[in-house]
């Protein structure tokens, strides 16, 4: 029997680009570690190009329909391809600063994002669990990577203990769910729920396990312990990292799990969804008004934004998961501007991840801080930025959906948060620097963050092709 093995070839890239980059760093010395570099970024652009090449608008189940690979799939992993790319060419100088810029935290990234494209295209609770445990793993070890300190450290042991919590309430519940439906098969189990094959109760408990594993790993309160303490205790470029291309990956979790297995109980698991989306929305803004560290006030930020892309979920239908989707696109692209601005900051001995290190920002450079305006405009929701239509789009989905109040809470919510974003505009741009020092950009870098920062006001003017390309994705991987 021939086996096709198209569908996983972007997989199969990454992984052979990963192990390619672990045998030749072997022989190469501290001053041509830049060779392992460009290895891992050529690796993520022939993983494009693949993905690119066998994309097309059917849906293809592969290896006993372990792995699918839809629209969505291939959309999400080159969404994860350029944001992993983008984490690379802002870390660079950080991570040669600090004793980082070796292979192995190149073949721990290229892991991590091959967990992350095993997670994306799994069609099975077996491979679903598989790709999350590659990816943790590697996490756990990339944060853990300066193991002489004692923050990173501090940070990898919460978030492995608690990594590993959350890893068994997914593995229980999807084992009362096999033994609910009879079948670890996504689609089987859909087509079980569907026709009320199911042994109700022991359903309804794995449901909720599966849930509280998913809220997790978005950082949902009250499962959101972790976030600030390995955001802030994690070197910048691996909170960077952490902060961005997972979320891609978390996306496709929820959407496999609660759209695609249990699409048929989504009135069993809405009603979670409302307390997370509210939790996580209020508690959010709330504390990260009295955050005094950027990268923490960021962490409470992401708390609050993955609330968003729940009241996305809530609406149980394509016009809702295309509005979730479109808003991680909006929160990863504007992610990786607010904190690559931190690694551009940043200098030997120097994090640069206090707000009063953003103070006189214009002063220094006009440029850098009209980008950081950006992101920080982007995360509070205001045009003429893509974080604008991001909030929009959900709280339509939620009113389309009959939640009227929930959007309420979320409009309120959002101008909470818009008073600590703002204050950093404040800071930028009305407060005298305390450091005057020139800010020295590889020109590489600056290319890509300029590029980056402007993409978040471009695609607030016109949204219309990343919205209809969230939109398609979904109705071509038949998620109506």
């Known amino acids: 029997m021939t086996v096709n093995f198209m569908p996983v070839l972007p997989e199969i890239v990454v992984l052979t680009g990963a192990s390619i980059i672990l045998l030749v760093d072997v022989f190469l010395s501290d001053e041509r570690r830049h060779v392992s570099y460009w290895l891992t970024q050529f690796t993520l652009l022939v993983a494009a190009c693949v993905t690119l090449k066998t994309s097309d608008d059917h849906v293809v189940r592969v290896l006993h329909n372990l792995v699918v690979d839809d629209f969505v799939a291939d959309v999400l992993r080159l969404f994860s391809f350029v944001a992993v790319s983008a984490v690379l060419f802002y870390s660079r100088t950080y991570l040669a600063l600090r004793d980082l810029f070796r292979g192995e935290t190149f073949v721990l990234i290229l892991f991590a994002l091959l967990g992350m494209q095993v997670l994306i295209s799994a069609n099975n609770f077996l491979t679903l ?27 990898a042991m919460k978030y492995f203990v608690l990594g590993a919590l959350a890893s068994g309430f997914l593995l229980y519940g999807m084992s009362m769910i096999y033994g609910a439906t009879g079948t670890l098969d996504i689609d089987k189990v859909a087509q079980a729920v569907l026709g009320k094959n199911e042994n109700n109760v022991l359903l309804i408990f794995g449901l909720v396990f599966v849930v509280s594993a998913v809220a997790f790993k978005l950082g949902a309160v009250p499962y959101h312990m972790w976030v600030p303490d390995v955001y802030q205790g994690a070197p910048t470029a691996i909170t960077l990292l952490i902060g961005t291309a997972p979320e891609f990956a978390a996306f496709a979790m929820i959407l496999r799990l609660l759209a695609g297995a249990l699409g048929g109980a989504e009135g069993s698991w809405q009603g979670m969804l409302i307390v997370l989306t509210v939790l996580s929305v209020s508690l959010g803004h709330i504390v990260a008004i009295a955050q005094t560290n950027l990268k923490r006030m960021l962490a409470y930020s992401t708390i609050a934004n993955m609330g968003y892309v729940l009241m996305g979920f809530l609406a149980a239908d394509v016009n809702g998961y295309s509005a979730a989707m479109f808003y991680m696109v909006a929160y990863v692209m504007t992610s990786l501007v607010s904190f690559g601005m931190i690694l551009l900051l940043s200098r ?23 980008i950081m305006l950006l992101a920080m405009f982007s995360l509070a929701g205001m045009p003429p930025t893509i974080g604008f239509y991001a909030k929009l ?3 339509q989905a939620a009113v389309k959906a009959g939640f009227v109040w929930l959007a309420v809470v979320g409009v309120i919510a959002a101008l909470i948060g818009a008073f600590y974003y703002l204050r950093i505009v ?28 402007l993409a978040l006001l471009l695609f607030g003017i016109l949204p219309q092709p990343i919205m209809g390309l969230c939109a398609v994705a979904l109705v071509n991987s038949q998620y109506y």
Request: charge should be negative; glycine fraction near 8%.
């Open 129 to 155: 669990y598989l790709g999350l445990e590659l990816m943790s793993l590697s996490l756990y070890a990339l944060v853990a990577m300066q193991r002489d300190e004692a923050a990173p450290s501090e940070a």
């Open 348 to 370: 030997k001995g120097f994090e640069a991840d206090r707000l009063d290190d953003l103070k006189g920002l214009n002063a220094r450079s006009p440029w850098w801080a009209f």
């Open 393 to 395: 789009l959900v709280l």
């Open 426 to 453: 404040k800071l930028m741009y009305f407060d005298e620097p305390a450091d005057r020092s020139p800010i020295d950009a590889r020109g590489d870098t600056g290319v890509v963050l300029s590029a980056n920062g």
